[in-house]
T-cell receptor
Framework: DTGVSQDPRHKITKRGQNVTFRCDPI?????LYWYRQTLGQGPEFLTY????????KSRLLSDRFSAERPKGSFSTLEIQRTEQGDSAMYLC???????????????FGPGTRLTVT | LAKTTQPISMDSYEGQEVNITCSHN???????ITWYQQFPSQGPRFIIQ???TKVTNEVASLFIPADRKSSTLSLPRVSLSDTAVYYC???????????FGKGTMLLVSP
């Protein structure tokens, strides 16, 4: 399978703990995105990378959240001092940008469901 | 960023054609229109994308009028497995912040 993969698929943690999620994009894709989705809502943008550079961060991404894509391949999203409000599905997506202004076709992974107790 | 408006829910029966319309009055010149499908506990799946007129692929058609202020996703002969949430988005690769709304929950019944 050459799609976007995420690990773990499910994570249960206690409030105050740190958690880290991993995303492996489609190999030739140079853009990688993180989204958060809560029940009944559409995905909310968190941040995105082009290669290893983090180009945009949403104001939803508080200082407890950090994302990295050290070699322009896989990415990690860390949440420190988790709160119950962090409970959500965390989605990763990737796309191939070849320059210019055109449509951006993003491919999503299955998500990591985080439950903070 | 252009915002979109689409119906909260739609009902259909197997074998029917379903048309979901999305309005995006403030679409920018460089924006494309993209539709995603999402099943419960899965990530969204790209369905179709277009800039103007009509685009067709193996699963859907996308109709975009000349003023581009709306678009219609057409699903021919839906089946039970088409029951999902459908999201309409506008944007382009110049800024990759996708803004999802609540989408349209399509329920297909036997």
């Amino acid at each position: 399978d050459t799609g976007v993969s995420q690990d773990p698929r499910h994570k249960i943690t206690k409030r105050g703990q740190n958690v880290t999620f991993r995303c492996d994009p489609i190999s030739e894709h140079n853009r990688l995105y993180w989204y958060r989705q809560t029940l009944g809502q559409g995905p909310e943008f968190l941040t995105y990378f082009q290669n290893e550079a983090q180009l945009e961060k949403s104001r939803l991404l508080s200082d407890r959240f950090s994302a990295e894509r050290p070699k322009g391949s896989f990415s990690t999203l860390e949440i420190q001092r988790t709160e119950q409000g962090d409970s959500a599905m965390y989605l990763c997506a990737s796309s191939l940008w070849t320059g210019g202004i055109n449509g951006d076709e993003q491919y999503f992974g299955p998500g990591t469901r985080l439950t903070v107790t | 960023l252009a915002k979109t408006t689409q119906p909260i829910s739609m009902d259909s029966y197997e074998g029917q054609e379903v048309n979901i319309t999305c309005s995006h009055n403030n679409i920018a010149t460089n924006d494309y229109i993209t539709w995603y499908q999402q099943f419960p506990s899965q990530g969204p799946r790209f369905i179709i994308q277009g800039y103007k007129t009509k685009v067709t692929n193996e699963v859907a058609s996308l109709f975009i009028p000349a003023d581009r202020k709306s678009s219609t996703l057409s699903l021919p002969r839906v089946s039970l497995s088409d029951t999902a949430v459908y999201y309409c988005l506008v944007g382009n690769s110049g800024y990759s912040t996708l803004t999802f709304g609540k989408g349209t929950m399509l329920l297909v019944s036997p």
